[in-house]
């Protein structure tokens, strides 16, 4: 400052003695002599310096989306020579430019001197081996500028860029070309064909196309095709590819893929190039399916979701925040044949490469679930992350049911009710025909020409696309709305059955029931003030006890004939000579009793096995068709109404109901001994016609124990059974047990059922298991969860003593008494669907304290009941008031009953 401002000349020894600022530190230093140390170590880290402005120049520091201008991975780069580049290097260190983090570390002087050993300087000339050497660097500088053209990758370059990265340890090269690759949908395209497939097109090339054509070469367009089509090395697929869901059509070598990915995923550089171009990739292919139709003119197009969909490491947390959900929503766009084209080729994966799926798209789900405060304002249905991977979810569910144990053959046993017209009531309220019918086939199924019913046993099994955090946040009410009048502006998770539990769809089912009631009760009332008539709004059954089931049958064989619709009105039944009102209770009784007298041993409709503990038609039975109607409308009514009945029929009933016929893994589970010996007929390797001597034709015993015998065949008294006949005759031998001997009772029974359910979701929404869970409930039975359920009133708490007692004796209780309690508590001794927890138990006080017995006010089937024990005398109500709603109503005396050493025992 002195010198600038001429206050004096200092003089040299003075400036040396000066002390400056630092600009690096701002910190006051004395100027000295450097060391030769020092200036060493300076020299150093500016060469190192140097050196990585070099290689950014040049290489690139692997982004292939950099934004640093004076990086060669930036998109708008301009490429360098290398004299270009050193001169830039400079002039950079000079400026202190931005050097982008993870540049090369790699010195430059190993390109030149790594193949120079000290004994090539001993025994060749310095000017011969740097010729040499250059060559050396030559051809590395080929190698790598013949990858920047590739427009699409096999395994064979893949493994060649490979082992180039591996020589020079930088990855650069290859982070470059997946990132150019994987985030263009017209190269990923044409990347990994099968190889095969490469060759047939080379076949289709003009005769005048020059012999050293080989794979990869520049794309040439077939003139010699009709239509001028391009060959398949373009996005467009030429004659010689078939246009065929078929998996073996498929163009992309997938096992070549999956070996390509084993090998890229080891490196996370390349996996964060492939993070970076899914996202990419994602937006441009949705744009594609959605205006530009790419599958349409490109069937190959479906091959960019099958390359992305073999990476294993999709489910994890880098791809699940935004390159997953971008993928999932532009997956959403392909057209239905597209995805039945994918589900054909994906029920052809083993069972792991199915579960990575499923994984997939469920941590997804669960991740955005989670990570989401849903409400009644913002509902889980208006996310479009958990809505595109429901859909594509629901893909790998198809996949998984055509890739199990199918039964393709159709069973023709529906009611014809279905199809009935609108009567006068509902041609007056004008009624939504979308309303009445619902989405009974989904698209999906028709274009597949395949039912869900037809898969006997999955892939995967079913429990595992239920997602349980989906479940908990899911407005039901919300989305039984959507299902029935906006499903075409607003998704219905309901449309995707499999992803919720047996209890979400029964809440679905029971809004539906109940709708369909007010919708009954609403036409009577319109037809009342229209035709001035008094039409009973319920459907009312006053039955005698000692006739209830001649009284029922004349009743609803009259309501079935006149009016069938009536059966869809809600349920209210009446004892003659009784007082009650039918709260629920009244009709659970009423399906008790007539279950336990249809299914009477004596009556002769059913037969009983001893072994299974289950029923099965009788197809020697005396009662007519009536009788099984009645079942049938039984089973449907108590659906209908939200019952729960004591019946024990084995699966293959609840699959014929479905429209199913019954087949030979059935028989496993009503008939296993027969199916044992079945089974060991088609195992035997022996001689089957000499070593069992058995013939088509077959007998039995009725169930009085007359011996019946039936020909499976014309004269099959002389038709032996052989190795060759044996698979016929095991067919045809369980078509008459499960179908043919039981077909009249079992015909009068499935119309008695879809006289009540026809119009009902009930098949779209339920497994043939489901709807036996359904009907029947649970057998298992967690009173743990029922107490942490329970609600409590009238001064009653979770802590009160009388509370206290009241759990811990339940608990105590052995099982057949447990299920005594919950018979006189909710009618039935049986968990509903969703277990003892979705029962709503509400323990309230019943008057002040007494010793007076309980004088049931409910209408439910319960008796005058005491519980006396060593801890408190209680008196105990028992009233059901809304759906799985339940009052227990106590009067407790404030003096104990000892029993000596009762131990706590009930009395």
């Given at each position: 400052a002195g010198v600038g401002t001429g206050r004096g000349r200092l003089s040299a020894r003075l400036l040396q003695r000066t002390r400056m600022t630092s600009p690096d530190t701002n910190v006051a230093v004395r100027l000295l002599a450097r060391s030769p140390a020092s200036l060493k170590r300076k020299r150093e880290a500016a060469k190192q310096l140097i050196e990585g402005y070099y290689c950014q120049l040049t290489k690139g520091c692997g982004n292939e989306f950099c934004a640093n201008g004076n990086c060669a991975s930036c998109p708008g780069f301009k490429q360098l020579d290398n004299n270009q580049a050193a001169a830039r290097a400079l002039e950079l260190y000079r400026t202190r430019a931005e050097l982008c983090v993870g540049w090369p570390t790699k010195k430059l002087r190993s390109l030149l001197y790594q193949n120079i050993s000290h004994d090539k300087f001993k025994h060749k000339?310095?000017?011969?081996?740097?010729?040499?050497?250059?060559?050396?660097?030559?051809?590395?500088?080929q190698k790598q500028d013949s990858f920047q053209d590739i427009s699409y990758l096999t395994e064979e370059k893949v493994n060649e860029i490979l082992n180039v990265c591996n020589e020079t340890g930088d990855f650069s090269l290859l982070v470059r070309v997946i990132g150019r690759i994987f985030s263009s949908a017209e190269k990923l395209v044409k990347s990994f064909r099968k190889p095969e497939m490469q060759k047939t097109c080379l076949n289709c090339l003009p005769k005048n196309t020059p012999a050293d054509v080989e794979?990869?070469?520049?794309?040439?367009?077939?003139?010699?095709?009709?239509?001028?089509v391009p060959c398949c090395s373009q996005q467009k697929s030429c004659d010689c590819l078939a246009q065929s869901v078929k998996p073996e059509d498929v163009t992309v070598d997938v096992k070549s893929v999956q070996r390509v990915y084993r090998k890229l995923l080891l490196h996370n550089r390349i996996e964060t190039a492939l993070i970076n171009a899914l996202m990419y990739l994602s937006p441009d292919v949705e744009c594609d399916l959605s205006y530009?139709?790419?599958?349409?003119?490109?069937?190959?197009?479906?091959?960019?979701?099958?390359i992305v969909m073999e990476n294993h490491n999709l489910h994890s947390p880098e791809y699940l925040e935004s390159a997953l959900p971008m993928f999932c929503k532009a997956m959403c766009k392909l057209p239905l044949s597209a995805q039945a084209n994918l589900i054909q080729l994906w029920s052809t994966y083993s069972s792991n490469d199915t579960r990575r799926m499923i994984e997939v798209f469920q941590q997804l789900i669960t991740y955005k679930v989670i990570s989401n405060d849903y409400s009644s304002r913002n509902l889980v249905n208006e996310d479009d992350v958990v809505v595109a991977a429901t859909k594509c979810l629901k893909l790998v569910y198809y996949a998984n049911l055509l890739g199990g144990v199918l039964t393709l053959e159709n069973d023709d046993e529906e009611s014809s009710q279905e199809t009935r017209e609108r009567n006068l009531q509902q041609n007056l309220l004008i009624e939504d025909t979308n309303y009445k019918k619902g989405p009974r086939v989904d698209p999906l199924e028709k274009i597949l020409n395949f039912k869900t019913i037809d898969c006997c046993r999955p892939v995967i099994p079913y429990d595992e696309f239920v997602n349980e955090s989906l479940n908990n946040v899911l407005a039901v009410d919300k989305d039984y709305i959507f299902f029935k009048v906006d499903s075409e502006k607003k998704f219905s998770f309901l449309t995707c059955p499999f992803l919720l539990t047996p209890y979400t769809k029964s809440q679905g089912l029971y809004y539906d029931n109940r709708i369909r009631m007010f919708s009954e009760r609403r036409i009577t009332v319109l037809y009342n003030l229209v035709q001035g008539q008094q039409v009973q709004p319920y459907l009312r059954l006053k039955v005698r006890r000692d006739h209830m089931i001649d009284d029922a049958l004349v009743r609803l064989e009259m309501i079935a004939t006149e009016n069938p619709s009536d059966l869809k009105k809600q349920l209210y039944v009446e004892f003659e000579g009784e007082q009650g009102v039918d709260e629920g209770g009244v009709s659970k009784e009423f399906f008790q009793l007539v279950v336990e007298e249809i299914f009477n041993p004596d009556i002769g409709m059913f037969t009983y096995d001893s072994y299974t503990k289950q029923f099965w038609f009788n197809p020697t039975s005396f009662e007519n068709d009536g009788q099984f109607t009645l079942i049938g409308i039984v089973l449907g009514l108590a659906i209908y109404n939200h019952c729960i009945l004591d019946v024990h029929f084995p699966m293959v009933v609840y699959r014929k109901l479905m429209g199913k016929k019954g087949?030979?893994?059935?028989?496993?589970?009503?008939?296993?001994?027969?199916?044992?010996?079945?089974?060991?007929v088609l195992e035997y390797e022996g001689n089957v016609e000499e070593d069992m001597m058995i013939t088509f034709k077959v007998s039995y015993n009725d169930l009085f124990g007359v011996p019946i015998t039936h020909n499976l065949k014309e004269s099959s008294e002389d038709i032996p059974v052989t190795n060759q006949n044996k698979k016929e005759f095991v067919q045809l031998y369980t078509n008459y047990i499960l179908n043919q001997s039981v077909e009249k009772q079992f015909r009068a029974f499935n119309r008695g059922f879809h006289m009540v359910t026809n119009e009902s979701p009930l098949k779209y929404l339920f497994r043939p298991e489901e709807i036996e869970q359904l009907i029947c409930g649970s057998k298992n039975l967690d009173f743990h969860a029922l107490e942490e359920a329970t609600e409590y009133d009238g001064g009653f708490t979770k802590e009160s003593r009388i509370v206290r007692?009241?759990?811990?004796?339940?608990?105590?209780l052995p099982e057949e008494q447990k299920r005594q309690f919950l018979q006189f508590t909710t009618g039935s001794d049986r968990a509903p669907v969703g277990g003892l927890g979705k029962i709503k138990l509400i323990i309230t006080k019943n008057g002040p304290d007494s010793d007076r017995k309980h004088t049931d006010k409910a209408a439910t089937n319960?008796?005058?009941?005491?519980?006396?024990?060593?801890?408190?005398?209680?008196?105990?109500?028992?009233?059901?008031?809304?759906?799985?709603?339940?009052?227990?109503?106590?009067?407790?005396?404030s003096r104990l009953l000892y029993q000596g050493q009762a131990e706590g025992k009930a009395s």
């Open positions: 000339d310095l000017k011969s081996v740097a010729e040499n050497d250059t060559d050396v660097i030559c051809s590395e500088k794979k990869g070469d520049k794309t040439i367009t077939v003139f010699g095709c009709e239509d001028s530009h139709n790419a599958y349409n003119r490109d069937s190959n197009y479906l091959n960019v979701f099958i087949t030979l893994e059935d028989l496993a589970d009503s008939h296993p001994v027969l199916y044992r010996s079945l089974k060991d007692d009241f759990w811990g004796i339940t608990h105590s319960s008796t005058d009941t005491e519980i006396q024990n060593s801890k408190a005398q209680t008196n105990l109500g028992s009233q059901e008031t809304t759906n799985n709603t339940y009052v227990l109503q106590c009067t407790a005396t």
